[in-house]
């Protein structure tokens, strides 16, 4: 019998799941990014675990949509005069539950799904939202963004 996972983007077969990671793996890519946020009054670096999905194809993208964020819309934009690509990507809290599940059937990109897992978890027990970041909080989130980078590196060039 097919096992379910129940997730708040909803209730998802193991067979939906393992297709989605096979996707991650082979069309995605799991980071934890950094940029400047200039929003507030200081200037001051954030830091985001993402999952992200790129594809020129736009039927697997809609389907991610539809079936893992129904809320968010497709969005296109030109990739290197090319023509079409689309992209769908999830952040922080809700990229760490959509790993959570996909996990188990993640084959080349496990590792970095474990980094951004605990690096989320991480951030949610350190509870600074809001806060202004000391320099050991920005010490190990950098940690945990050069671990993912050296590995999405690694594979990039394991294949060649």
């Given at each position: 019998m097919e096992q379910?996972?129940?997730?708040?983007?909803?209730?998802?077969?193991?067979?939906?799941?393992?297709?989605?990671?096979?996707?991650?793996?082979?069309?995605?890519?799991?980071?934890i990014t950094k940029f400047l946020d200039k929003r507030k009054k200081s200037v001051r670096w954030q830091y985001i675990g993402c999952v992200a999905i790129g594809n020129t194809d736009?039927?697997?993208?809609?389907?991610v949509i539809k079936s893992f964020s129904p809320n968010k819309t497709l969005t296109g934009y030109k990739y290197r005069n090319t023509g079409k690509s689309y992209h769908w990507e999830l952040r922080d809290n809700k990229a760490m539950e959509l790993l959570k599940a996909v996990y188990p059937f993640l084959k080349l990109k496990k590792e970095q799904a474990k980094i951004?897992?605990?690096?989320?978890?991480?951030?949610?027990?350190?509870?600074?939202?809001?806060?202004?970041?000391?320099?050991?909080?920005?010490?190990?989130?950098?940690?945990y963004r050069l671990e993912v980078s050296k590995l999405n590196h690694q594979n990039s060039y394991a294949n060649k």
């Amino acid at each position: 019998m097919e096992q379910t996972y129940k997730t708040t983007r909803g209730k998802h077969s193991s067979l939906k799941l393992a297709y989605l990671a096979g996707i991650i793996d082979g069309e995605g890519s799991i980071c934890i990014t950094k940029f400047l946020d200039k929003r507030k009054k200081s200037v001051r670096w954030q830091y985001i675990g993402c999952v992200a999905i790129g594809n020129t194809d736009k039927r697997l993208i809609e389907w991610v949509i539809k079936s893992f964020s129904p809320n968010k819309t497709l969005t296109g934009y030109k990739y290197r005069n090319t023509g079409k690509s689309y992209h769908w990507e999830l952040r922080d809290n809700k990229a760490m539950e959509l790993l959570k599940a996909v996990y188990p059937f993640l084959k080349l990109k496990k590792e970095q799904a474990k980094i951004m897992i605990d690096f989320q978890k991480k951030k949610i027990s350190d509870n600074r939202r809001g806060i202004k970041l000391k320099e050991k909080d920005y010490v190990w989130r950098e940690k945990y963004r050069l671990e993912v980078s050296k590995l999405n590196h690694q594979n990039s060039y394991a294949n060649k």
